[in-house]
């Protein structure tokens, strides 16, 4: 595959060393100067838009990363209305990072396009799936709303195992084999009784008011638990409570690990013996591009003792599986759906295994697809030690 600064480097060959080095200079003052960031991703030819998952499956102009910058810029300059149909381009992005891979600027354009989605709440932009999704957290600090009858783990130890709303709601198998994972591993964990979102869903949408509110309660109910360390199976809640609570909450005291961290700690434990059968495996976009992971799920699984398939797309060059940063499949789901498949097509030709590590790519996966068997890199460790 190509690498991100192979235009430049086209740009300087065959030409004298003058003009290489003015063409950087150009381009390192274009950098740290100029216009704002939105204004510069506005005027780029969408240098990303290969890598974008959007662009790629959605394949509009409005919908490519400087296409939604070209909207944020005309709403920030009030050439557009804050309305449903100006916000709906700025919404149709999954947070998942790729463009930044690419980008000569290191841009996300989930990243500069968080203050007008923010401002389009401010004004009152309603989209009826965001309301009732900002109710669910609101009435129940869940995203899916009442979380339904669940079953009792310690409530007390040494490594808070925060389950997420996603496994919580839909496949609390999973938090079985978990919990069961951390008793193979002698780890004393345990799980917050009343563990609410991390507020994330919200603070992807622009409501960061709400995404606030909920960031100084779980801070301070994770602070007040005997945890040591907190571990998680979901690279978005990780990105949170690493990331994003520091600025918009007090913090936390302990230590937060993705359970792919986690496991890259342990790997000693993990090293199993050559077995039969293959695995292919999903690489979560906030893993990878949010939490700077490029390498850690591969590397953990290279010692599950099985023959491991690599996705063309895989390390920093991964795919979303669709339905990433909350907003896309709330709004577009028929999009969230295709960009699901292109991914599973690339998936299910290497293994009818497939594992991946984050609660959303795993409902996405089985959801939309009878024909593969999906694990938790959680779930899948268990069975195998
Ligand atoms: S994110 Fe970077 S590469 Fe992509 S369109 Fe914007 S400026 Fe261009
Ligand atoms: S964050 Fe992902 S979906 Fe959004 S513009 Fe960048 S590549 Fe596209």
Redesign the pocket.
């Known amino acids: 595959m190509p690498d991100k600064m192979d235009w430049l480097k086209d740009e300087m060959s065959g030409v004298s060393k003058l003009t290489q080095f003015s063409t950087v200079m150009k381009f390192l003052k274009g950098k740290v100067s100029g216009p704002s960031d939105v204004v510069k991703c506005a005027m780029c030819p969408n240098m990303?838009r290969h890598?974008?998952?959007?662009?790629i499956v959605d394949g509009k102009e409005t919908t490519s990363?400087a296409g939604?910058s070209r909207v944020g810029m005309m709403l920030e300059n009030e050439v557009l209305r804050f309305n449903e149909e100006n916000v709906f381009p700025l919404q149709m992005?999954?947070?998942?990072?790729?463009?930044e891979n690419w980008c000569p600027f290191d841009f996300?354009?989930?990243d500069i396009l968080r203050p007008q989605r923010e401002e389009s709440i401010k004004q009152g932009v309603d989209f009826k799936q965001f309301d009732e999704m900002f109710k669910a957290l609101e009435m129940h600090g869940s995203v899916h709303g009442k979380v339904g009858k669940e079953k009792n783990y310690p409530e007390e130890g040494e490594v808070l195992y925060l389950r997420g709303c996603e496994f919580r709601e839909n496949d609390q198998r999973v938090i079985d084999k978990t919990m069961q994972l951390f008793e193979k591993l002698d780890e004393s964990a345990f799980v917050l009784p009343g563990e609410e979102c991390c507020g994330i869903p919200a603070y992807n949408a622009g409501n960061t008011a709400l995404f606030e509110e909920l960031a100084k309660k779980m801070a301070k109910k994770i602070n007040m638990s005997s945890a040591k360390k907190v571990v998680t199976s979901c690279p978005s809640c990780a990105y949170a409570y690493e990331r994003l609570y520091p600025e918009f909450s007090q913090g936390l005291d302990v230590e937060v690990l993705h359970m792919v961290e986690y496991l890259e700690e342990k790997k000693r434990l993990l090293n199993l013996e050559k077995k039969g059968g293959s695995v292919t495996f999903h690489e979560p976009c906030k893993l990878v591009n949010g939490l700077g992971k490029k390498k850690s799920m591969r590397d953990v699984l290279e010692n599950s003792g099985l023959s491991l398939k690599i996705p063309r797309r895989s390390g920093e060059k991964t795919f979303?599986c669709g339905y990433g940063g909350t907003t896309v499949s709330r709004l577009n789901e028929e999009l969230s759906s295709s960009i699901n498949e292109e991914r599973l097509k690339e998936l299910k030709g290497l293994s009818k295994n497939i594992v991946t590590a984050c609660p959303s790519c795993k409902e996405a996966f089985q959801d939309n697809h009878g024909d593969v068997k999906v694990y938790d890199i959680a779930e899948l460790f268990n069975r195998l030690l």
């Open positions: 990303c890598a974008c998952p959007i662009s990363p939604k992005c999954l947070s998942c990072g790729c463009c996300s354009v989930s979303c």
